[in-house]
């Protein structure tokens, strides 16, 4: 009979503490019999996102809301349902080391802020969607950012795989290559009780549930938390610089390209000067709170920085040209002049060229590689020379019987030329073009005579013709 008693008095007082937790004007405690609990580290997430994060946020501002009721379950195998807001509150603020919520009963119905519908949460698998969707952090994101900066596992530790199969890990290195080898949008799904060391103390804490593992995570230092901003100052030149609280017990180092620069050379911020390509800058800190350090970087592409090459040019002559390089944009990189891919002349401001005759010719002005320059540039422009040949003309004049003067007229040449004359394509004189040419045709009749420039002109290198007929009657 005293067995009966005190196992009564057990029962009674197990009820007190729990509705005790709890506002008892928004929740319930249903017959467990009829209810299906499906451990959720998602809801765990949730809830406690909802008491840090967005706890001053109106529950119709916030990304998605429930509609009621939901069942939650609990560390000791009881129930809860939910039925506003108010009694999600009164959970929240009713958790505790021995009384927390470990899952929830699907399916579940929100309400998605964004788009105004209802929709059914079938799943733990759905509720870590939405939980991604909206911004909420899950237990692997909190994992990832403080395992081994504020706990590490006091090994061995259990935990089910991508197949729910479960694995024990005994060290470091089995535990790396097991979470190496999971699904990116893998949970840690831990088998409880697991023990950690948490802070630089190393201090042996064991974790029941995930709201314990939150617990640590809340109370947890941690790593400093900053950014890398860059500011780019021209194409291959950028300011780094970074905004958070340095402390004296801090260790902070700059790694540029892998090459490490103590914080007290480079500060806060610095601007530097990069060969084209690709680089990364990364700040390392080490803290008491964050013993292995955190890394942040950023990459960065510089393009070339080549010269702005660029000249003008001016016709000397018919075949001289001169060109003059802007030197203020090329600076004190070396350069040279070409023609149509042939060296002509090493650096200089102004470069004169004689061009052989008419034609187009490309004239370049070339730098050299450089650093920031690394397969060097140049300008080039297009010298078009147009072909210029005299007009050659002649008459032809009656002086007696068979005998002609041939009289011939050339424009656009100031000086003489030697001209060569034929009737009939047989030679009959060469004389310079100033003179008169006399000939006797001989016999009546109709001949065929044409004058031809015999010098070689620059502007008109196949030469000039004219022919005509001359009727002797």
Not at 38 to 52: M, Q
Not at 119 to 124: D, G, L, Y
Not at 165 to 171: D, G, Y
Not at 423 to 447: C, K, L, R
């Amino acid at each position: 009979m005293r067995k009966i008693l005190k196992h009564i008095s057990f029962i009674v007082l197990i009820t007190s503490f729990v509705v005790s937790c709890v506002d008892d004007e928004n929740v319930d405690f249903p017959d467990t019999s009829q209810t299906v609990i499906v451990p959720s580290s998602g809801i765990v997430s949730l809830l406690n996102t909802l008491k840090s994060r967005i706890a001053n946020i109106p529950e119709e501002e916030q990304c998605f809301r429930f509609q009621y009721p939901i069942i939650l379950g609990y560390n000791n195998d009881s129930n809860i349902t939910i039925d506003n807001y108010s009694g999600l509150q009164s959970v929240l603020s009713g958790q505790s080391e021995n009384f927390n919520v470990t899952g929830i009963q699907f399916p579940i119905q929100v309400l998605i802020k964004a788009t105004g519908q209802s929709t059914s949460i079938q799943n733990e698998n759905s509720l870590l969607n939405l939980l991604n969707d909206c911004n909420y952090t899950t237990v692997r994101e909190e994992f990832d950012r403080l395992f081994r900066q504020c706990f590490i596992f006091d090994y061995p530790i259990a935990i089910l795989d991508n197949n729910q199969t479960e694995v024990l890990l005994n060290t470091e290195q089995e535990f790396d290559e097991f979470y190496a080898n999971q699904a990116a949008s893998y949970q840690p799904d831990f088998q409880f009780p697991i023990d950690v060391l948490v802070g630089p103390n190393a201090e042996s804490t064991t974790i029941n549930t995930y709201f314990d593992f939150y617990e640590i995570a809340d109370n947890c230092v941690g790593c400093p938390q900053t950014e890398i901003a860059v500011t780019t100052v021209n194409p291959n030149t950028f300011t780094f610089s970074t905004d958070f609280e340095v402390k004296p017990e801090y260790q902070i180092t700059w790694i540029i390209d892998n090459v490490p620069f103590d914080f007290g050379q480079l500060g806060n911020s610095f601007t530097r000067v990069f060969a084209p390509g690709a680089h990364s800058v990364c700040i390392m800190i080490i803290s008491p709170d964050c013993p292995l350090g955190i890394e942040i970087c950023e990459e960065v592409t510089a393009e070339t920085d080549c010269p702005a090459l660029s000249f003008e040019q001016n016709s000397l002559e018919p075949l001289l040209y001169e060109f003059t390089a802007n030197l203020e944009s090329i600076g004190q990189t070396s350069f040279q002049w070409t023609v149509d891919g042939i060296f002509a002349q090493e650096g200089g401001g102004t470069f004169q060229f004689t061009f052989l005759g008419p034609g187009t010719y490309e004239v370049c002005i070339e730098t050299d590689f450089t650093e920031f320059c690394p397969e060097g540039t140049s300008f080039c422009r297009s010298v078009i020379i147009e072909e210029n040949c005299p007009d050659l003309d002649f008459t032809s004049e009656p002086e007696s019987g068979t005998l002609y003067s041939l009289i011939p007229s050339i424009r656009g040449l100031q000086n003489d030329v030697n001209l060569i004359w034929t009737v009939d394509d047989i030679f009959i004189d060469n004389q310079i073009s100033s003179n008169t040419v006399t000939h006797d045709f001989m016999a009546p009749g109709t001949y065929n005579v044409c004058v031809r420039i015999q010098d070689i002109l620059s502007l008109c290198p196949d030469g000039v013709e004219i022919c005509r007929q001359v009727v002797v009657p």
